[in-house]
């Protein structure tokens, strides 16, 4: 069936350091939309990149992924982590035209930056 | 931005009793979810919800799970009876469109469900 891998379960990183936060997927939809959901401590999860366009950069709050469906691969980057940007980040899978709008999680990676 | 809202955020409950989980969506959203999130594990689609029917459930959507919004409410999920392994985070969201711009879904900050 479909699904989405994150082989980190948890990145620690010394501010100031690049971010690159893994995400795969396997699925049978034509046309896979991919995200990236960010969950601060005590809030909602809420909606950091969305994409469904191949090869094309999608960038928002410094953070950029590029969707990569050849080799099936929607990476979270950053340049220069901030301490504010520890979270739990979840990748996600949908279908643009299909599927009722259901989501398909990826488990998530606990970003921590450290000073 | 827009919120949802959970209510309540923690619920403890025996085991074979009725729970109901409640939800307020974005105002002026049509698109109703709930997920389910076991400790340690990804949040999984349980069912989604459009005009007041069930467009989709997953295989966790048991026959003991059911869902509405009457007359524009909270929208509910209803688990009866409960099981321990019901006991997790149940995750509302809800959304304007299914796909498109408008698709993004906005997610409540969770319930935590503990069966005992």
């Known amino acids: 069936g479909d699904s989405v891998t994150q082989t980190e379960g948890l990145v620690t990183l010394t501010e100031g350091l690049p971010v690159m936060l893994n ?7 034509s046309n896979p939309f991919l995200f990236w959901y960010v969950q ?9 990149l969305k994409s469904f366009t191949d090869n094309k950069r999608t960038e928002h709050q410094g953070f950029h992924a590029t969707l990569h469906k050849s080799s099936s691969s929607f990476h979270l980057q950053k340049s220069s982590a901030q301490l504010s940007d ?3 980040y979840y990748c996600a899978l949908s279908d643009r035209h299909y599927n009722q709008g259901k989501l398909i999680f990826g488990q998530g990676t606990k970003l921590s930056i450290k000073p | ?27 002026n959203h049509l698109y109703f979810y709930w997920y389910k999130q076991i400790l340690g594990q990804q949040m999984e689609f349980l069912v989604n919800f459009y005009n007041g029917k069930v467009m989709e459930k997953s295989k966790l959507f048991k026959d003991q799970f059911s869902v509405e919004r009457p007359d524009g409410s909270y929208f509910t999920l209803k688990i009866q009876p409960t099981a321990l392994e019901d006991s997790a985070v149940y995750f509302c969201a809800s959304s304007l469109e299914l796909g498109g711009n408008y698709a993004e879904q906005f997610f409540g900050p969770g319930t935590r469900l503990t069966v005992l």
């Open chain 1, 23 to 29: 995400c795969t997927y396997q699925t049978i939809y």
């Open chain 1, 40 to 48: 601060h401590l005590n809030e909602s999860p809420r909606l950091l």
């Open chain 1, 86 to 88: 520890s979270a739990l």
């Open chain 2, 1 to 27: 931005g827009p919120k949802v809202l959970q209510i309540p955020s923690h619920q403890i409950i025996d085991m074979g009793q009725m729970v109901t989980l409640n939800c307020d969506p974005v105002s």
